[in-house]
C-alpha cells in the first residue's frame, strides 16, 4: 500500500507521549543539593519525585508549562484528510493481491439467536468427582425414598429399601459433524463455535436430567403446591414452607422467566428485604429475595431443538446440595476427533460426553407449585 505514493504518517495524539513522565527541572534545591536534568519527574507510583515543598512546586510549575507548550504544537493538519483516507482505501483494492485477500478475509460478525445457555444443576445437587474403580454409594436417612436416574439417563426410580444408595451411571453425549465445504464457506470460525454449542447442548440435557428428578421427588413428601394466580409472595412463601417445615433451610427458588415476570409485576419495593431492595434499586438485578437465591431458566422448545430446562408455569424450592442429593461424575466432559474421512466423507467429527449420575436422597428438600392449565412436558413426566 505504501508503494503506491502514499507516505506513511503520525496520528498526532491528545498528548504529547514526552508527558508520560518528562525529565526534571534541573539545578539545585532548597539546600543546594543538585538536582540532575536526566533524573525522570515521576517515580514508578507516578508521584512527583522532589526534595522537599519548594523543589515540588518548582516540579509542577515545570510539568505545568510543558504541558501548554505540547498542547499548543497539535495540529488537527496532522490526522488524514478525507482525500488521503480515499486513497488509501483505493490502493488497498487496486491491483495489490495480497491486500485484497487481508480484506476479503475479515470475519463478518456472528449473529447469535439466543443467548448461550449456562446450566444450573450442579449447583443444585452436591457434585463430586468418582475415582477410578470406585463404587458410588450413599447412606441416607432411615425411612427416606430416594430417587436415582437409570442408565438410560431419563428414566427414573424410586429406591424404597436400605439405608444405603447405589446410583446408576449414565452417558450425556453430544456428535456434531461438519462438512469440509461449510468450513470454507462460513465467515466465522464455525469449528469453535459448534464446540461452544456442543458443551451447551450438555449443560442443558444436564438441567433437563434434573429437574425431571426434582419434579418426581416433590410430591413423595411434600404436597405439590396448585398456583391459581400469578406467582406472587404468597406462592413463594407456602413453597418455603413446605420445605422449612422439616427443619430445613430453602436456599434457592428455581423458575422460569415467564414466573420472574409475575414477582416483577406483583411484589413491591416495599415486600424485599432491605438487602434484595438495595441490590434491586442500585443494579437492577432481582437475583434473590428473603435471602433465597432465584435461578431462571429461558428458553422455548422448538422443532427438533431442545432449549428449555425448567418449563413455564413450574417454580421449585429447594435446599443447600449437601440436604438435597448427590451428582457423581465419573468421566467429566471429554471431547474426542471422529472424523468420517474413513468413510470417504469430507467431514469432521467431534464426540463429546461425559458419564454422570443424579440422586435425590432427600425427597423432603424439594418442593414444587405448579400453575393451573400448565402442561407438563412429556420429557419431565
Not at 470460525?189 to 438441567?207: N, W
Request: charged share 25%; proline share 3%.
Amino acid at each position: 500500500m505504501w508503494a503506491k505514493g502514499l507516505n506513511k504518517k503520525k496520528i498526532a495524539a491528545l498528548h504529547d507521549e514526552r508527558l508520560l513522565n518528562p525529565k526534571a527541572s534541573g539545578g539545585t534545591d532548597s539546600r543546594g543539593r543538585w538536582i540532575s536534568s536526566r533524573d525522570d519527574m515521576f517515580d514508578s507510583k507516578g508521584t512527583i519525585n522532589a526534595y522537599d515543598y519548594k523543589d515540588l512546586i518548582t516540579q509542577q510549575q515545570r510539568f505545568a508549562a510543558l504541558r501548554d507548550k505540547y498542547q499548543r504544537n497539535v495540529k488537527v493538519s496532522e490526522f488524514f484528510s478525507p482525500e488521503e483516507k480515499a486513497r488509501i482505501v483505493e490502493a488497498a483494492f487496486s491491483g495489490d493481491e495480497s491486500e485484497r485477500m487481508r480484506f476479503g478475509a475479515e470475519m463478518i460478525p456472528l449473529i447469535l439467536d439466543r443467548l448461550d445457555y449456562m446450566g444450573f444443576i450442579r449447583q443444585v445437587f452436591k457434585t463430586h468427582e468418582v475415582a477410578q474403580g470406585q463404587i458410588i454409594s450413599y447412606e441416607k436417612d432411615v425411612n427416606v425414598a430416594a430417587l436415582v436416574i437409570q442408565e438410560d439417563g431419563q428414566t427414573i426410580e424410586t429406591v424404597v429399601k436400605g439405608n444405603r444408595v447405589f446410583p446408576p451411571e449414565f452417558w450425556v453425549t453430544a456428535f456434531p459433524k461438519i462438512n469440509m465445504a461449510e468450513i470454507a464457506r462460513r465467515q466465522f470460525d464455525i469449528v469453535d463455535r459448534t464446540h461452544d454449542k456442543a458443551t451447551f447442548q450438555i449443560m442443558l440435557q444436564e438441567d433437563r436430567a434434573g429437574l425431571a428428578e426434582l419434579y418426581q421427588a416433590s410430591s413423595l413428601e411434600n404436597n405439590q403446591i396448585t398456583i391459581t394466580s400469578s406467582i406472587n409472595k404468597t406462592v413463594l412463601e407456602n413453597l418455603q414452607y413446605e420445605v422449612e417445615r422439616h427443619r430445613l433451610l430453602v436456599d434457592k427458588f428455581i423458575m422460569n422467566r415467564a414466573e420472574l415476570g409475575d414477582l416483577k409485576k406483583n411484589i413491591n419495593a416495599i415486600d424485599y428485604d432491605p438487602v434484595t431492595s438495595r441490590d434491586v434499586l442500585l443494579t437492577g438485578i432481582f437475583a434473590s429475595i428473603w435471602g433465597v437465591n432465584i435461578f431462571i431458566s429461558a428458553g422455548v422448545d422448538e422443532q427438533g431443538l431442545q432449549n428449555v430446562s425448567v418449563p413455564e408455569g413450574m417454580v421449585f424450592a429447594v435446599t443447600e446440595g449437601r440436604y438435597l442429593g448427590a451428582m457423581p461424575i465419573r468421566i467429566s466432559l471429554t471431547m474426542l476427533p471422529a472424523d468420517s474421512f474413513v468413510f470417504g466423507k469430507f467431514q469432521y467429527g467431534y464426540l463429546f460426553g461425559e458419564m454422570i449420575g443424579m440422586a435425590i436422597l432427600n425427597a423432603r428438600a424439594v418442593a414444587c407449585g405448579i400453575k393451573s392449565g400448565a402442561t407438563i412436558p412429556k420429557w419431565m413426566a
